[in-house]
């Protein structure tokens, strides 16, 4: 039988050894009930192809502030939230809630790791599929990617203008394909939940919703100039080009009261 020592050692071993898997797998930091992983672009390229690799259908979850207020109040998407394989904080609002812990990262956008996919794609030929936006903006982003990226192996696209009584049945028809990388371009929360029920009829490597990410690859919106990403306004930059983007807007207010109120009562 160990001795007290012994087990103390072999406990701070076994603490070492868990807190070093979690070290490599992304740590993750919860706001409002939404654990987010703290990795920069690079490393959640790299966890992602792991994804890949190991079997099974991986949800990837980009949270922005908009989706982390409507999980609050929506718990299908914060059960989404809590159950996907990755998280990325895909918001200057969430990198702020994050500083506030004395976390620092930087925002890995939807746009940005979907197109380092499409690279990863172009280098080692895992399979995509689009799915969202409007009719034909996923064939456009397709070809210019593929100009973009030559050897990029997106195998199909489609739009994402059905209902969701038609969910499994869209999800049936790509069951044949099993794509490694399939990118759903429906808004939040619905990307995220008919990537949760694609997977009861097919399989893919991992699935991640992207938002408005087609459009911006189709060349049909510009992403706002460089400066602006700098000076962390990009959402004003997109809301002055689609006013219909101010709901989305208002909820950014409504997220920093809600974290100083989680703040307050911890």
Same mark, same amino acid.
């Given at each position: 039988?160990? =001795?007290?020592?012994? *087990?103390?050692?072999? $406990? !701070? @071993?076994?603490?070492?050894?868990?807190?070093?898997?979690?070290?490599? %797998? #992304?740590?993750?930091?919860?706001?409002?009930?939404?654990?987010?992983?703290?990795?920069?672009?690079?490393?959640?390229?790299?966890?992602?192809?792991?994804?890949?690799?190991?079997?099974?259908?991986?949800?990837?979850?980009?949270?922005?502030?908009?989706?982390?207020?409507?999980?609050?109040d929506?718990?299908?998407?914060?059960?989404?939230?809590?159950?996907?394989?990755?998280?990325?904080?895909?918001?200057?609002?969430?990198?702020w809630?994050?500083?506030?812990?004395?976390?620092?990262?930087e925002?890995? =956008?939807?746009?940005? *790791?979907?197109d380092? $996919? !499409? @690279?990863?794609?172009?280098?080692?030929?895992?399979?995509?599929?689009? %799915? #969202?936006?409007?009719?034909?903006?996923?064939?456009?982003?397709?070809?210019?990617?593929?100009?973009?990226?030559?050897?990029?192996?997106?195998?199909?696209?489609?739009?994402?203008?059905?209902?969701?009584?038609?969910?499994?049945?869209?999800a049936?028809?790509?069951?044949?394909?099993?794509?490694?990388?399939?990118?759903?371009?429906m808004?939040i929360?619905?990307q995220?939940?008919?990537?949760?029920?694609?997977?009861?009829?097919?399989?893919?490597g991992?699935?991640?919703?992207?938002?408005?990410?087609?459009?911006?690859?189709?060349?049909?919106?510009k992403?706002?100039?460089?400066?602006?990403?700098?000076?962390?306004?990009?959402?004003?930059?997109?809301?002055?080009?689609?006013?219909?983007?101010?709901?989305k807007?208002?909820?950014?207010?409504?997220?920093?009261?809600?974290?100083?109120?989680?703040?307050?009562?911890?």
């Open positions: 039988m160990a =001795s007290l020592p012994g *087990l103390l050692r072999l $406990l !701070l @071993a076994e603490r070492v050894m868990v807190a070093s898997a979690i070290s490599k %797998l #992304g740590d993750r930091r919860e706001i409002l009930g939404v654990p987010v992983c703290i990795a920069s672009l690079e490393d959640s390229v790299v966890q992602v192809e792991k994804l890949i690799q190991s079997g099974g259908s991986h949800l990837v979850a980009t949270a922005d502030a908009s989706g982390i207020v409507i999980a609050q929506d718990s299908v998407l914060m059960r989404i939230y809590q159950d996907a394989s990755w998280v990325t904080a895909d918001s200057n609002g969430v990198i809630a994050l500083r506030r812990q004395g976390v620092s990262t925002r890995v =956008s939807g746009v940005d *790791l979907a380092r $996919l !499409l @690279a990863l794609s172009a280098a080692k030929g895992y399979s995509v599929y689009l %799915l #969202g936006a409007a009719p034909g903006i996923a064939e456009a982003a397709k070809e210019r990617m593929i100009i973009k990226y030559p050897g990029c192996n997106i195998i199909g696209a489609q739009h994402g203008h059905f209902p969701e009584s038609e969910n499994e049945f869209v049936k028809q790509l069951a044949e394909i099993k794509p490694d990388i399939l990118l759903v371009a808004g929360p619905r995220e939940k008919f990537i949760d029920e694609a997977r009861k009829h097919m399989q893919f991992i699935a991640m919703g992207v938002g408005g990410t087609l459009d911006v690859m189709s060349g049909k919106v992403r706002a100039p460089v400066i602006i990403q700098k000076l962390k306004i990009e959402w004003l930059w997109r809301t002055l080009l689609n006013p219909k983007k101010f709901s807007a208002k909820t950014l207010p409504v997220f920093v009261r809600l974290v100083k109120q989680a703040e307050r009562k911890n």
